[in-house]
């Protein structure tokens, strides 16, 4: 008869198998059911979990998220945006990829729609067309319309937290 155990992620490679112990369970890589109680400031993971995700794999991601900086968690959310626009699924082998491949996102914080972007790059030095225009014609610049292009040429989305835009590093 199987048991239950309660374990926080991430967890020491002891933990894990202290935990597999309660349950009759003899190896981390065998696929266990389990629920997720708490996902913190990750709550968007959630559709990309089932109950019967591997216990060491779940470890491994949690390891990376608990070691991100806010520019780390933008930019991992940004990923997970960008392959939720993608018809095909993903999954926790999928998740822990993105979380290896923040450091090649571009991560502007504070910047949240296409008028913002727009603003940034015009006034930034992104966009040396509009650096030499007088201020009085520099503000009747259609910024949401810079924005948008820059955005859709980038391939980049807005988080919660800011505009992410990323060169895509496999590390599989």
């Not at 996102?105 to 913002?116: A, G, I, L, N, P």
């Not at 520099?138 to 955005?151: M, N, Q, T």
């Amino acid at each position: 008869m199987a048991g239950n155990a309660e374990i926080d992620l991430p967890a020491s490679p002891y933990r894990l198998l202290n935990a597999l112990d309660e349950i009759g369970i003899k190896s981390t890589k065998e696929i266990v059911y389990q629920e997720i109680l708490n996902y913190g400031s990750f709550g968007y993971l959630e559709p990309h979990f089932d109950e019967y995700t591997m216990l060491e794999e779940l470890n491994t991601l949690a390891q990376k998220l608990a070691v991100f900086d806010r520019v780390d968690s933008i930019a991992f959310e940004g990923l997970v945006k960008m392959a939720e626009q993608k018809p095909e699924p993903f999954g926790v082998k999928e998740l822990i990829n993105f979380a290896h491949s923040t450091e090649s996102c571009h991560v502007v914080s504070d910047v949240f729609d296409d008028e913002q972007l727009g603003r940034f790059y015009a006034g930034n030095g992104f966009m040396p067309e509009y650096e030499t225009l007088p201020d009085k014609i520099y503000e009747h610049l259609d910024f949401a319309k810079i924005g948008r292009e820059a955005r859709e040429s980038e391939g980049g989305v807005f988080t919660q937290r800011g505009y992410r835009r990323c060169t895509w590093t496999s590390h599989g």
